[in-house]
């Protein structure tokens, strides 16, 4: 019954791919591309509401997605928004309020600039949001091991995790409901860098694991693609946020991103 009605909104308001500087969108991805054309005229006639501003910039985030490569247009249209940011603006004085909710702007503005490689931006965004969290991450180095059968400890690159402030909520999901880490079961790696005298874990909400991503995704983009340093210097923010599995949209995105980083190794 919801497909024959959708198919009916889509007739009833003939709004198609040709009429909006959308791109081709696989219909394979995007059955009622209706609803995203929809929702962008929507924002972009809403006044009234402080947030329009921010769901505009997801909308076109979420458009940015599915083009499948970076698009001039959409960017242009991001930074505009951006400006609307400024001081003064409802926005600004709407999240004035909340500092998390500052956080999660700034994060998100990190994630669009990091899409585009637009490092300085997504550096800046980034600080911006370490500062409202509290959350410090450095890179250290740690003796440890990576085989099985490995005599002597070398140096292996740990990430030191502190939080200047507790952060209220604590959202775990039900383990069962996440997504499951395979094993490795490798004759000759460890499953993971056996350190033999690092730091322990700090406890770690979404959003501090969500921060941690995008500094890794931030650490791997500053260099040159494929560059195997920046690769080695990504995957201990991976592994600290696969190591506290909280949420399924970050569990994923982390052992996504892990993949990606590991798929030129032929052990892993």
């Known amino acids: 019954e919801l497909k024959i009605l959708l198919n009916k909104l889509q007739s009833t308001l003939e709004l198609h791919t040709d009429t909006m500087d959308f791109g081709e969108l ?15 005229r929507l924002l972009a006639q809403c006044s009234g509401c402080p947030t329009t501003s921010w769901w ?4 076109l985030f979420l458009q940015q997605q599915l083009q499948g490569s970076p698009a001039s247009s959409i960017y242009a249209r991001f930074e505009h928004l951006v400006e609307c940011f400024g001081e003064g603006s409802p926005l600004c004085e709407f999240l004035e309020k909340s500092d998390l ?17 637009k490092i300085d931006q997504a550096q800046v965004a980034l600080t911006e949001v370490v500062q409202l969290s509290g959350l410090n991450a450095q ?12 005599e002597f400890e070398t140096a292996q690159l740990v990430l030191v995790v502190s939080k200047e402030r507790k952060t209220a909520e604590k959202d775990q999901a039900p383990p069962e409901s996440l997504p499951r880490i395979v094993p490795l079961v490798d004759s000759d790696l460890l499953e993971k860098v056996s350190y033999s005298d690092s730091a322990p874990a700090v406890s770690t909400t979404s959003l501090d694991q969500a921060i941690l991503l995008n500094m890794g995704m931030l650490q791997l983009k500053s260099g040159p693609k494929a560059d195997h340093v920046f690769s080695e210097e990504a995957f201990p923010y991976v592994n600290y946020v696969l190591s506290q599995p909280l949420s399924w949209p970050i569990q994923y995105k982390a052992l996504l991103l892990r993949s990606l980083l590991e798929k030129g190794s032929v052990k892993r």
């Open 26 to 40: 696989d219909p394979d991805v995007v059955v009622y591309p209706f609803l995203l054309f929809s929702s962008s």
């Open 56 to 59: 505009q910039l997801r909308n």
């Open 101 to 117: 909710l500052t956080c999660h702007l700034r994060l998100e503005l990190a994630q669009f600039y990091l899409y585009y490689k």
């Open 139 to 150: 890179l250290s180095g740690c003796l440890g091991k990576r085989t099985k059968f490995q």
